[in-house]
């Protein structure tokens, strides 16, 4: 018989297959897995940060025009450049 793949694959036991072949597979697709998960995972509470700090401006910058509007109303401005 040829000596070849199949020869030698046969003689691999079971738990010989798993620890050489398979084991490090795992582990390799592992740290790969790690490698592309670790930027998005650290990026995620800035990304979130960022939304908040956004929306709570938002609601600030809405509040303040609010409150700017009123007082100018009441002290008239808005009705300044018609009696000038």
């Known amino acids: 018989m040829p000596v070849g793949l199949v020869p030698v694959a046969i ?12 084991e490090p597979l795992i ?4 740290r790969k897995v ?3 998960l670790n930027p998005i995972v650290e ?3 800035k990304l979130i940060l ?3 700090i956004l929306v709570v401006g938002f ?3 809405r509040l303040v025009k ?3 509007t009123k007082a100018l109303q009441a002290a008239g ?5 018609a009696t000038v």
Do not use: C, G
């Not at 003689?11 to 398979?22: M, T």
């Not at 582990?27 to 592992?30: E, G, K, L, T, V």
């Open 59 to 61: 609601i600030v910058a």
């Open 66 to 68: 609010a409150a700017i």
């Open 11 to 22: 003689h691999l036991s079971p738990s010989l297959f798993k620890e050489v072949l398979l």
């Open 34 to 36: 790690d490698t592309f």
């Open 50 to 52: 960022f939304i908040v």
């Open 77 to 81: 401005i808005d009705r300044a450049p």
């Open 43 to 45: 990026f995620l509470p």
């Open 27 to 30: 582990a390799s697709n592992h």
